[in-house]
């Protein structure tokens, strides 16, 4: 029995460590790499006898009440970046902080801007919340379930990881990824696990910084 679950443990650990780096390894074009990464999940999911709906993606879950605070959420994230994230770190951080350059292909391009938008629907909001807050969340907390604040728990090291994702944006963008994971963490929580709501959250968030990315307002 103790080998079966040390085994468990290990192909556990392999899929999170697979759709964490793969994305960053692989080199494939256009966001190709979340549809390997979602079959991985499903094929996991389907070994396990559970489905994306144990994840907190369930078809009642979706309501005007989820887009609206979704997209209320999200509004309030970016102000907290906005006007407190990142003057602190120009204050304290100033000379340490390099220039983000990934989305300056979007500048001046409004179909660029657009087509990324849509990407960052379906690989921030859709894809990411179903692998961070749905997959490895759950994964993690069936660890420790345990331990007392479970949750909690594995709320944290999931953000930690999902911070750690978005290492392309250097160690600033890194935290604020992380918290923001904790953010979303929060919202997956208080509303009863369903997923729909740092869904729409994030996706609208990513939507938002975008849009300031492309009007050099960001």
Not at 28 to 34: A, Q, T, V, W
Not at 158 to 165: A, D, E, K, R
Request: aromatic fraction near 20%.
């Amino acid at each position: 029995m103790k080998h079966q679950n040390y085994l468990k443990f290990f192909i556990d650990i392999v899929v999170i460590a697979f759709l964490i780096l793969f994305p960053h390894y692989a080199y494939l074009p256009y966001y190709s790499y979340m549809v390997i990464c979602f079959l991985v999940v499903v094929v996991y999911l389907k070994r396990h006898n559970t489905k994306l709906s144990n994840l907190g993606l369930k078809r009642n879950g979706f309501s005007i009440h989820a887009v609206v605070v979704g997209i209320v959420s999200a509004m309030i994230w970016m102000v907290f970046i906005k006007l407190i994230y990142f003057p602190f770190i120009n204050h304290f951080f100033k000379d340490y902080i390099e220039s983000y350059t990934e989305y300056d292909f979007i500048k001046n391009n409004i179909w660029t801007l657009l087509l990324i938008i849509i990407a960052a629907w379906i690989g921030g909001g859709f894809y990411e919340e179903i692998v961070f807050r749905g997959f490895i969340q759950k994964v993690i907390e069936r660890w420790i379930k345990k331990q007392n604040h479970a949750f909690w728990i594995a709320g944290g090291i999931t953000s930690v990881l999902f911070g750690l994702y978005h290492q392309q944006q250097g160690v600033f963008g890194v935290i604020s990824a992380t918290l923001g994971g904790l953010y979303w963490t929060f919202l997956f929580k208080r509303y009863k696990r369903n997923l729909w709501y740092p869904m729409v959250s994030h996706a609208v968030y990513d939507t938002i910084a975008l849009t300031m990315l492309y009007l050099n307002l960001l």
